[in-house]
C-alpha cells in the first residue's frame, strides 16, 4: 500500500532563509508526486506535481521539488522564504496499484518570521 | 471564472441532525471527491465519484452520504451516525482519476456539531 510520511509538523523559517519540507513516499510501483499549499480556511491548490521525465520539478511561488527514487523522497525547497509562503503544505502519492488514488501525508505547517 | 463553490463556509448543528454540504463545480469536471481534514491528519477521502449516477466509497464513508444526479452537484450529508462529525469538509473535482490530473477543490465547509 502507498504512504506518505511528512517529517515535521511544523517548520519555522526566518524570511530570506532557506525553505526545506520533507516527503517520503512509500510506494510499490513508480510513483505520480504531488505538493499542495492550504492557506488558512481555503481549499488547497497545486503547487507542482512529477509524473514522469526531469525529476526537478518546478512550481508555482518559486518552489521546487526533486524525486529521489533511491531515497523515496520528493522534498520541497525555495530559496528564499517571504512572509507570504506562510500555510500548510500537504505532499500527496498516487500510484497504479492504488486506483490512481491519492494518499496525503499529514502536513506541515510552514512559518515565517521577520 | 470556473471553480469549485462550497456552501456554507460555516455550518453548526445540534447532535443527531443530519445535515448536508453543498458543492458545485463549473469545471466540466468529470470526477468530484469528498475529503475530511482533521489537525495533523491530512485528508481523508469520504466518497467519491467519477461518474454522473455513480460513486464510492473511501475510506472514511462510515456516516456519510452522498448523491451525483447532475454532473455539476456533489452534496454531502453527514448523518447521526457519524460519531466525531465536527471537521473541516473540503470537495474536490479532476478531469479524470485524480492521480493523473490535478485535483481543483473549493474553499471548505466548517462543521461543528454540538
Known amino acids: 500500500a502507498q504512504s506518505v510520511t511528512q517529517l515535521g509538523s511544523h517548520v519555522s523559517v526566518s524570511e530570506g532563509a532557506l525553505v526545506l519540507l520533507r516527503c517520503n513516499y512509500s510506494?510499490?510501483?513508480?510513483?505520480?508526486l504531488f505538493w499542495y499549499v492550504q492557506y488558512p480556511n481555503q481549499g488547497l491548490q497545486l503547487l507542482l506535481k512529477?509524473?514522469?521525465?526531469?525529476?526537478l520539478v518546478k512550481g508555482i511561488n518559486g518552489f521546487e521539488a526533486e524525486f529521489k527514487k533511491s531515497e523515496t523522497s520528493f522534498h520541497l525547497t525555495k530559496p528564499s522564504a517571504h512572509m507570504s509562503d506562510a500555510a500548510e503544505y500537504f505532499c500527496?502519492?498516487?500510484?497504479?496499484?492504488?486506483?490512481?488514488?491519492?494518499?496525503f501525508g499529514g502536513g506541515t505547517r510552514l512559518m515565517v518570521k521577520p | 471564472d470556473g471553480g469549485i463553490t462550497q456552501s456554507p463556509k460555516y455550518l453548526f448543528r445540534k447532535e443527531g441532525q443530519n445535515v448536508t454540504l453543498s458543492c458545485e463545480q463549473n469545471?466540466?469536471?468529470?470526477?468530484m471527491y469528498w475529503y475530511r481534514q482533521d489537525p495533523g491528519q491530512g485528508l481523508r477521502l469520504i466518497y467519491y465519484?467519477?461518474?454522473?449516477?455513480?460513486?464510492q466509497k473511501g475510506d472514511i464513508a462510515e456516516g456519510y452520504s452522498v448523491s451525483r444526479e447532475k454532473k455539476e452537484s456533489f452534496p454531502l450529508t453527514v448523518t447521526s451516525a457519524q460519531k466525531n462529525p465536527t471537521a473541516f469538509y473540503l470537495c474536490a473535482s479532476s478531469t479524470k482519476r485524480q492521480g493523473f490530473s490535478p485535483l481543483h477543490f473549493g474553499n471548505g465547509t466548517r462543521l461543528t456539531v454540538t
Open positions: 469545471l466540466n469536471h468529470d470526477a
Open positions: 512529477y509524473t514522469t521525465g526531469a525529476t
Open positions: 465519484s467519477q461518474i454522473v449516477n455513480d460513486f
Open positions: 510506494s510499490s510501483v513508480p510513483p505520480y
Open positions: 500527496a502519492v498516487s500510484d497504479s496499484n492504488a486506483g490512481n488514488m491519492l494518499t
